[in-house]
């Protein structure tokens, strides 16, 4: 008759032995980011991390933008408001010749007359002639101021005679003014000038230049312009240059044009 033996397992092997359902371990779906590029302190040193390789190499940092200097819109600017100034000067003087219509205004010589002509003791040669010249503003709207300084002089060649001042007026609309001026002066190698002149006295001819200059002010309606001047030349003949004599002109050209 067999026995029965019976073995007391210990609980705490029988617990190892034991089948226990599996714990499902959670995971996260996030790849771990990738480690910066910056340098970080481990266990006391310092370790730089390369920046993620893109392509196989290392990424390269933008580089940063210029930004446009100050200089450069000034300039613009400066350009652009010189642009605007100078259309407005040009639709303001459009403006002005299309209502006023300006013209210059003419002069012509009526009468020349030599009060006197010589040779002085230091060879220079003095000179007094008495001249009237016929001013006419042709212009219907516009008047003119003439200003101080104005000359009126008298030229042989490159040598000058004599000269006078225009006196100071105001001519109006279509208005014409007679001027009497008497010019004197003295020039120098009187000599040869005065034999120059006698040699054209005796073939009736001799040139002279009648030459001016008029600061003038144009008034347009109650306004007064800046200040201009009117330069004139005008190209005469005379047939005699004898002294307290009535001298014929025989050709007179003039020109004239405005200087600002």
């Known amino acids: ?18 089948i226990h359902p599996a714990v499902p371990v959670a995971t996260s779906a996030t790849p771990p980011s990738a480690p910066p590029s910056f340098s970080v302190l481990e266990k006391g040193m310092q370790v ?19 930004r446009k200097g100050c200089c450069c819109r000034f300039l613009c600017c400066i350009i652009s408001l010189l642009l605007l100034i100078l259309i407005i000067i040009g639709i303001v003087a459009a403006v002005i010749y299309f209502v006023f219509q300006p013209k210059l205004p003419q002069y012509s010589v009526d009468r020349l007359q ?11 040669l003095y000179a007094q ?22 000359r009126l002089s008298v030229w042989h060649a490159n040598d000058k005679l004599c000269e006078g001042s225009l006196p100071r007026f105001y001519q109006g ?6 001027l009497d001026i008497t010019l004197t002066g003295q020039s120098e190698s009187g000599s040869t000038i ?6 054209q006295q005796q073939t009736g001819q001799i040139p ?21 001047r009117i330069l004139g030349r005008c190209s005469l003949v005379v047939d005699s240059l004898s002294t307290n004599s009535l001298i014929s002109i025989k050709a007179s050209k003039c020109s004239f044009g405005m200087k600002l």
């Open 1 to 18: 008759m067999h026995r029965q033996l019976k073995f007391a397992i210990p609980e705490a092997m029988a617990d190892n032995q034991r």
């Open 194 to 199: 005065m034999t120059a002149l006698q040699q």
């Open 173 to 178: 609309h279509q208005n014409t003014t007679r």
């Open 114 to 124: 030599i009060s006197a002509l010589r040779l002085n003791l230091d060879l220079t």
């Open 208 to 228: 002279l230049d009648l030459k001016i200059d008029a600061p003038v002010s144009v008034k347009l309606g109650t306004m007064k312009l800046r200040k201009v």
């Open 48 to 66: 730089h991390r390369a920046a993620p390789l893109q392509g196989g190499r290392p990424a390269i940092p933008p580089k940063p933008r210029k």
């Open 129 to 150: 002639f008495d001249v009237k010249i016929t001013a006419t503003n042709p212009n219907k709207k516009i008047g003119i101021y003439y200003e101080k300084g104005g």
